[in-house]
């Protein structure tokens, strides 16, 4: 850089963060510079509207085309600008209001695991120095080659009458020794089960001698500051200079630091970590790997269902140094290890009865079978209920309303919010339960549109068409009122259509019926805390008559888990993932004809029998309520 060149610096409030940058850089790229996390769904193309901030002092270049209506006229005459298409020409002072600001989360880092017959990888074994001297003379069935006792024991002389404990690594018949120390430290054999999801990373400390999970920690994936979607991840890996070095170090980062808060509350060394399985869908897995993920993008891609090995110490992660990390196998384009994962914490490659598995994220993961066959699909209908196209949509964080109802004669919302605090927007199972509370009341008719014939005070005409108030100002802690819009519903609807419509496919695919499936699991963060009443009545879930319904929790990790404890998991993970037949919807004749009809609520007859009829009483009440 020219010595004479200027500097300007910004202020970044409420953190009273300074940073230095050149002239011309945007606020979103000096804001990631310095460490500041900013909601960016789209990774800074301009056109999601998430990162909101405020100029306080100083002025910067606001390139924004008013057309997009990304922000209100309120939201401009109180100076808000959105940061990734704002350049920093002079110094300034900028203040990050609450609803762009990503922290405080809840995470899912529980897990239903079934019991597992242990058979890690992984051993230990000690050998006292007064028996070194016969064993090396006299071999004894130690379960690993004497070669290795020989190696380890030549290696380690300042042992001395303390002893020796070997670690090792088996799978079928090969023997690897990776480590090596004194004294007996036999109990201290520990693995890593990880769950690499697109939003946050959980981590599982396991005893290998006993499958005892001693510690969870999660916390945010840092790739998010690339962009909260895997589309604009890999965009971002492809546009800059060793982007693919910087989104992977982002996740190798966050495990290491969730791998130095669990061996700080429970007092064990990064050397003692002898193995590693993480989860995650295809493309988290690619970028985690160092593997380009471009090709994921392409219909016309072949995703090799091998799973991938790779030495822990080339991705420099905090743990031995001869560690292997096993990703679970990916099955398709955006099938990935996570829901193999699904698949194995569910059990269903061993039920008799058709199952089907709905992991809801992100993406919508849709998995139907049994014993003898698997079927599966993926949907892109996480965005809306993570914020995308959703005035004050949100992610789950504190502050973020989680649940509603709606009192049918007064028609006010009553909500609860994460953190308990004042409500800042509305995360997914907010915008679920507040649709389906619109919908049951009759409020909104099966498109999504708001009635004009009620009279109320939170219904109203905004500059996004009618919309209803969920919070009025005076209870928010952004000052402003909290409302849904038609628009917003739109988005909704468009969202729950693809979901709801995966599962179609797969149905017609096998020409089953609702009827015919008789266990549904409901993987994910956001399928764990979901009403499914909610979630069918606005036709996001088939409605399944004769189903029980199992909670899984994070299936990700819990598959890794038991592919960590237990090397026969990954050998039925590797089947399972070159047996399931993906259909890619993207390259489906049907997907078009099962999303059209989920585009009104709830959805066709055929999945919703009993809320089709109970759609006929709402109808009613809606013309009811008109007349009033």
Not at 29 to 40: E, N, P, T, V
Not at 569 to 578: C, F, G, N, T
Request: hydrophobic content about 40%; charged content about 25%; overall charge negative.
């Amino acid at each position: 850089m020219n010595q004479s060149e200027k500097m300007v610096t910004i202020t970044f409030q409420p953190f009273g963060r300074r940073v230095k940058v050149r002239p011309g850089v945007n606020l979103l790229d000096a804001a990631i510079s310095s460490g500041i996390s900013i909601r960016s769904i789209c990774g800074g193309k301009g056109n999601c509207g998430k990162c909101k901030v405020i100029i306080k002092k100083g002025s910067v270049d606001f390139i924004y085309n008013p057309k997009e209506k990304l922000l209100t006229e309120e939201e401009l005459k109180a100076g808000y600008v959105l940061a990734c298409l704002s350049l920093v020409n002079s110094d300034c002072e900028i203040f990050i209001p609450p609803e762009s600001r990503l922290e405080g989360q809840r995470i899912l880092s529980d897990a239903l695991v079934p019991e597992v017959e242990l058979d890690p990888l992984v051993g230990k074994i000690y050998l006292p120095a007064d028996k070194i001297s016969s064993i090396l003379h006299k071999p004894a069935d130690l379960g690993i080659p004497l070669e290795m006792v020989k190696e380890a024991v030549e290696k380690s002389p300042e042992c001395g009458s303390q002893g020796v404990s070997l670690a090792y690594r088996r799978w079928d018949s090969n023997v690897e020794l990776l480590d090596f120390e004194c004294s007996n430290t036999v109990d201290e054999n520990y693995g890593l089960a990880v769950d690499i999801g697109t939003t946050k990373i959980v981590a599982y400390l396991v005893n290998l001698n006993n499958g005892k999970i001693i510690g969870k920690a999660s916390d945010y994936n840092r790739q998010l500051i690339y962009g909260e979607d895997i589309v604009s991840r890999v965009g971002y890996t492809l546009e800059k200079e060793d982007g693919a070095k910087a989104v992977q170090r982002a996740a190798v980062e966050t495990i290491n630091d969730l791998i130095s808060r669990l061996m700080a509350e429970h007092g064990i060394s990064w050397r003692n970590i002898y193995d590693v399985v993480a989860g995650g869908n295809t493309v988290m897995t690619y970028l985690f790997a160092g593997i380009n993920a471009q090709p994921l993008l392409d219909p016309g891609t072949r995703v090799p269902t091998d799973p991938v090995t790779i030495d822990a110490a080339v991705i420099d992660l905090k743990v031995n140094e001869k560690a292997k990390v096993y990703l679970l196998p990916s099955a398709g384009r955006f099938l990935g290890g996570d829901a193999i994962g699904d698949i194995l914490a569910s059990g269903i490659f061993k039920e008799d009865d058709i199952c089907i598995i709905i992991d809801i994220g992100t993406n919508v993961e849709a998995i139907m079978g049994n014993r003898e066959w698997f079927i599966a699909t993926t949907a892109a209908a996480g965005p809306a209920f993570e914020g995308w196209g959703i005035r004050f949509g949100i992610r789950a964080v504190e502050g973020a309303i989680d649940s509603v109802k709606i009192d049918p004669e007064t028609l006010k919302a009553k909500y609860t919010v994460i953190g308990g605090g004042k409500p800042k927007g509305i995360c997914g199972s907010g915008l679920i339960d507040t649709l389906s509370e619109l919908f049951t009341n009759g409020i909104v008719d099966r498109l999504g549109k708001i009635n004009r014939e009620i009279t109320s005070e939170y219904i109203r005409e905004g500059e996004d068409g009618y919309e209803y108030v969920v919070v009025p100002a005076e209870e928010t802690e952004i000052g402003r009122d909290i409302v849904i819009t038609e628009k917003d519903i739109a988005n909704l609807i468009d969202s729950k259509a693809a979901a709801c419509a995966a599962v179609g496919v797969l149905l017609k695919k096998m020409n089953l019926t609702v009827y015919d499936v008789k266990k549904i699991f409901i993987c994910g963060a956001f399928g764990s805390y979901l009403n499914l009443n909610s979630a069918i009545a606005i036709g996001l879930i088939p409605e399944f008559p004769n189903a029980e319904v199992k909670y899984i929790g994070n299936g990700s990790v819990a598959g890794a888990y038991l592919s960590l404890v237990s090397k026969s998991y990954r050998k039925i993970a590797e089947d399972v993932a070159r047996n399931i037949a993906y259909i890619d919807l993207l390259k489906d004749s049907d997907f078009m004809d099962e999303y059209t009809a989920a585009y009104f609520l709830p959805g066709k007859k055929e999945l919703f029998p009993t809320w089709w009829e109970a759609s006929r009483k709402i109808r009613n009440k809606t013309a009811m309520m008109g007349s009033h």
